[in-house]
């Protein structure tokens, strides 16, 4: 089959109309991801040992199984769990999967941060007998925050790439309009390359803008380092 411009300039508002339903995914499960990670963050301070073990290899479970068998299950399987199943629609089950799979790794991001802060802010906390409260979000977090936003911002982009697996249980975003387009005039070439043009117009500067991010970030760390000696 020959590349029709006809069918590309013909297939670009559809394949716009499942734009936004790909960035409202991405959004929603991304601030789930975001809220979800602490909650991993949370649980694995718990005194309990046994608490923390089921959490670190449930998060490691999590982490190891590919995000497209965690969205089946949800959809599919979750259903059918006898006393706490739940039937879902396509986009609340795709916000869960996508959110549950990437708050594991933010949960690393956020630890990451909150091990940068020096030793001696948690003694000053401390000293100063500051409350639980107010040691973090006065103090730790006002320092661990900033330099994990750049590894914050690779993880959105990840997930954005990501969104398209939600076609599979029924999303009605840009690749499952492309693909139901190309099953209805047998054209798949032009839709598929329409959708791979929006994903690199939307996630090619954001990414510059993360590598900016993260190259101010160095700059300031190593301005400090060089104070602090």
């Known amino acids: 089959m020959t590349w029709s411009w006809e069918v ?3 297939v670009i508002p559809i394949i716009f109309k499942g734009l936004w339903i ?15 990670g602490f909650f991993w963050l949370l649980v694995n301070q718990i005194p309990l040992k046994v608490v923390r073990w089921i959490a670190r290899w449930t998060a490691e479970f999590i982490r190891s199984t590919p995000p497209l068998v965690q969205l089946f299950f949800i959809y599919y399987a979750w259903p059918m769990v006898p006393v706490v199943g739940v039937s879902l629609n396509p986009f609340a089950a795709a916000i869960i999967g996508l959110g549950i799979h990437f708050s594991t790794y933010l949960s690393e991001v956020y630890r990451s941060g909150i091990e940068s ?7 000053a ?8 409260k107010d040691k973090w979000l006065k103090v730790i977090l006002p320092q661990a925050i900033p330099p994990v936003i750049p590894m914050l911002g690779n993880y959105l982009i990840i997930m954005f790439k990501e969104v398209p697996l939600a076609s599979t249980i029924g999303v ?3 690749l499952h309009l492309a693909n139901d387009y190309g099953a ?10 329409v959708v791979a043009i929006f994903f690199l117009i939307l996630s090619f500067p954001a990414a ?13 760390f ?5 104070t602090d000696m």
Not at 117 to 123: D, I, L
Not at 184 to 193: A, I, N
């Open 8 to 10: 590309f300039f013909e």
């Open 222 to 226: 190593s301005k400090k380092s060089a």
């Open 22 to 36: 790909t960035l409202g995914l991405t959004i929603a499960s991304y601030l789930f991801a975001v809220v979800f």
């Open 125 to 132: 906390s401390t000293a100063l007998n500051l409350s639980t």
């Open 184 to 193: 209805q005039h047998w054209k798949y070439v032009e839709p598929l390359t």
């Open 172 to 174: 009605v975003a840009m």
């Open 208 to 220: 510059m803008l993360i590598k900016k991010l993260e190259n101010k970030y160095n700059r300031d």
């Open 117 to 123: 802060v020096n030793k001696g802010q948690w003694e």
